[in-house]
């Protein structure tokens, strides 16, 4: 992969993590809300935190 896609990546991992902070927020604001729910996105931002380590590397090299 070329310089252009490492940083397309990292781009958007970024939005995605944005989006699922979002969702976390709007979800904790609820009477009762879905702990499980939270806890996916919160384990879906880690792995995308990880891709964004790992493209970031790449694009270093």
Known sequence: MGKK???KTI???QRRIE???EKIE???Q???P????????EVEIAAFEK???QATK????
Do not use: A, P, T
């Open 34 to 41: 879905d702990l499980g729910l939270i806890r996916h996105w």
């Open 26 to 28: 709007l979800e904790r």
């Open 30 to 32: 609820k009477d009762f």
């Open 5 to 7: 896609n490492h940083r």
């Open 51 to 53: 891709g964004v380590q």
């Open 58 to 61: 790449r694009l270093n090299r």
């Open 11 to 13: 781009r958007s991992l």
């Open 19 to 21: 989006e699922h902070l």
